[in-house]
C-alpha cells in the first residue's frame, strides 16, 4: 500500500469561480507541481455549507465553475484526481473519528476560524459544522495520506491543524498518516484592486480568470494607485501602490526596473497599468483557450466522476489502516 510518488492534496470550496488571488495563492503550485507528485484536487462542497448552508441551490454550477477554472488554470485530468467531497464517504467518517480527539479550544483559537468568523459575524453564534471545519479539512487532506498541501497565506493554521490531527493519531493508535506540510506561495496575498489587503468575491475588488479582455483592461485601469501622484512625473511610491504589487506578483522580472522609474517619476500610472494589462492578459490568454476545451458537454462531469472514484479507492485503502488501527475493523479481525 506504499506510495509510489508523494501525494498533493488542495483544493477550493466552490463559492463562485476562483481569481488571480487564488492563481497567485495556490493554483500556479498545483500547476506546477502536478506531474512531480501524485495530485489530489478537492471541490469542498461540504466546506461551502459551513458558511452557505442555507443556499444549497448554488452547488451545482458553482462546483462545475471551481473545476472548470482549475482546468482551465493547466491541470491536466489525465494526471491528476479532481473529486467532490460529499461524494467520498470515507471523508465524513474520518471527520468522526478525528473529532473524538482534537479539542474545541484547539479549534476555537484557531486563526484562520478567528478571522473567518469574524467576516461572518458568527463570533456568538457558530454552528457545530463552522467551529469544525479544520477537522473536516485534516479528513480531506488525510483521507488520501497526503504529503503537501499548497494553500494560500491565509489557510496555514488550518493545515497547522491537519499537521496536529496526523500526529496525534499516530501516537494514539499507531501510524498511519505522514504529517503534511503547507506549501505557501512566493507570493504571500494578492491585494484587491481596490487597495484592501485581500482580493476577495466579497469585496468585488477581483479579477477573474474567467473575465474578458476589456473587463481585465477596465478593471485594471480604474484601480487605485498612489494618491501622492497627479501628474504623471510626480515621483511615486510603489510600497503602497496596487498595481506595483501586482508587478511584483506577475512581473518580477521588470518590477525592479518598474520601481525605480516609478519613484522617479519617469513611469506615469498609465503607462505602467498598461504594461500589467499585457503581463494579466498574457497569463490569462492560455487560460481562456483551455477553458474553451473543457466546456465540451459531458465533459467536466466525466471528469469529477472519474476523479470521485479514484478518491473514493484511496479512501478506501486509507480506512482499512485506519480502522484496523483503531480496532474497529471488528470482521476481518475475527477472521485472523
Ligand atoms: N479551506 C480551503 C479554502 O477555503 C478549501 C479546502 C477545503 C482545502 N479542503 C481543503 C484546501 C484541503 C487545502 C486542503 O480555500
Redesign the pocket.
Known sequence: MNKERKRI?????PTGPLHLG?FAG?LQNRVKLQKEYETFI?V?DV?TLSTNFDHPEHLPADVWQVTLDNLSAGLDPEIVNIFI?SMVPQIAELTVFFSMFITVNRLRHNP?IKTEAGQHGFEENMTYGFLG?PV??AA??LFCR?DL????ED?LP??EV?RFTARRFNELYGTVFPEPEGLKSETARLVGLDGKAKMSKSLGNCIYLRDSTEEVRKKLMSAVTDPARIHKDDPGHPEICTIFSYHQAFNREESPDIEERCRKGTIGCVACKKRMIQVIEEILDPIRERRIRFEKPGLIEEILKTGTEAACIEGSRTMQLVRGAMHTDYFDRRKS
Open positions: 492534496l488542495t483544493g477550493d470550496r487564488h495556490s478537492i469542498a466546506q467531497q484562520t471545519y473536516s479539512q480531506d487532506i497526503a498541501v499548497p494553500v494560500g489557510q488550518v493545515v491537519s
